[in-house]
């Protein structure tokens, strides 16, 4: 009864909300099925290829400039796709780019940034907490001046998309002189922004680009050559470059599905595109919480993410949630509990999200709180 016939009866997909692996364009996945037996006439499947393939290799330089063009980034920047998701970049970054002699800068706005501060203390190194939002449960993103920043570290990391508590950075300090790392798992592509401004950016691809396997990362050439060279091949960022992001076996379907999103996402109008789509998805649900004395986002309002929607019912009727969590399910709609180590409920309307997936979800939650307003 509460299903969108409409979009649902095809194929019996369902609305799926997850934060990652998430939902992919249609249009990308028929695109994938009408060609995964026999790959361009060449027999075989794109699982069964060779990497050395010369169809494999346009298939990953393409991806590769797709990405480069959209990110706008230039001849100074290498791209390359890597295994071992985001939080393999959580280690591999301070292993090139560590100084026992010099601190390395965290921004921590939430649960990823932590992670990120852990391994950097476990490689021995030292972290320096700039800001943290940690005591306010990062319910808003920490507040830092220019001054308060370590001139002598050796990078500064930070997340733009804070996935779990549903924040996002609308703009970063301009940083003189200053490496920058971000972590854009869970907003790359999905809005425009002077992405030059980092000297290395890293997204895994199973929240906006594709399904899980292969980690975009971005890196700036003049940083790569002052990379420790005094670890193993395979974490050294050089060694990847040399080899085209050939050093090991690729993740060739991960990167494969991948280009054919940034092909998606060109034909979309590209980041201007998405993010006017993004925006006004992101308007549709906020404002339905808004005006709403049932669900309630407690995230402060310049901060909210565009991408993950963190709300509670009440003040986090944790019942009352998780019988929302199961009937959505039941009624179509998948994924929109929220992360377990904060509770309550997210709804993730990454690029491939439909508005009328979004839509559809309002008309549900208004459904739920007619028939369930009393309990709270
Ligand atoms: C999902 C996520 C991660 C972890 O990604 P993996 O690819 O599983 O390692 C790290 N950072 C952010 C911001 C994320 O959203």
Redesign the pocket.
């Known amino acids: 009864m509460l299903r969108n016939f409409e979009v649902l009866a095809f194929n019996n997909r369902i609305f799926n909300f997850g ?2 692996p998430a939902t992919l364009p249609l249009s990308v996945m028929q695109e994938v099925e009408s060609e995964f037996l026999n790959y361009q006439s060449s027999g075989m499947s794109i699982v069964e290829m060779s990497h050395r393939n010369p169809l494999f290799e346009e298939i990953i330089s393409t991806a590769r400039s797709r990405a480069k063009k959209l990110l706008g980034l230039g001849q100074d920047y290498e791209l390359l796709f890597l295994q ?7 280690a591999m970054v301070p292993t090139n780019f560590g100084n026992h002699d010099r601190v390395i800068d965290v921004i921590d706005s ?1 649960v ?1 940034t932590k ?2 501060h852990q391994e950097i203390s476990r490689l021995k190194l030292m972290p320096h907490l700039v800001a943290s939002t940690e005591s306010t449960k990062y319910q808003s993103l920490p507040k830092y001046r220019p001054e308060d920043l370590d001139p002598k570290a050796s990078y500064i990391h930070f ?6 508590v549903g924040t996002q950075w609308k703009e970063f300090l301009k940083l003189k002189g200053v490496r920058s790392v971000v ?4 907003d790359i592509f999905s809005r425009v922004l002077d992405f030059a401004q980092f000297d290395l950016i890293y ?5 906006n680009i594709g399904p ?1 396997g292969t ?1 975009l990362v971005a890196i700036k050439k003049d940083w790569v050559d002052q990379g420790r060279k005094d670890i193993p091949e395979i974490f050294q960022y050089s060694a990847h470059i040399k080899h085209d992001s050939m050093y090991n076996t690729p993740c060739c379907f991960s990167i494969y599905v991948c280009g054919l999103v940034l092909k998606w996402i060109e034909d979309r109008g590209g980041l201007a595109g998405l993010e006017s789509e993004n925006t006004r998805k992101a308007k549709l649900l906020y404002s339905y919480l808004d005006q709403s004395s049932f669900y309630r986002s407690a995230v402060h309002l310049p901060d909210r993410s565009i991408m993950n929607v963190v709300f509670r019912i009440g003040d986090g009727h944790e019942a009352l949630e998780s019988k929302f969590v199961s009937e959505a399910e039941a009624a179509g709609y998948s994924g929109l509990k929220g992360h377990r180590l904060v509770g309550g409920l997210r709804a993730s309307i990454y690029n491939a999200q439909s508005y009328e997936a979004v839509k559809s979800l309002t008309e549900f939650m208004d459904n739920f709180y007619e028939r369930h307003k009393l309990e709270l």
Do not use: P
């Open positions: 934060a990652g071992g998701g985001a939080r393999h970049q959580f939430g990823w992670f990120a997340c733009s998309n804070n996935t779990v972590d854009m798992s869970s997204a895994g691809a199973q929240k899980a980690t």
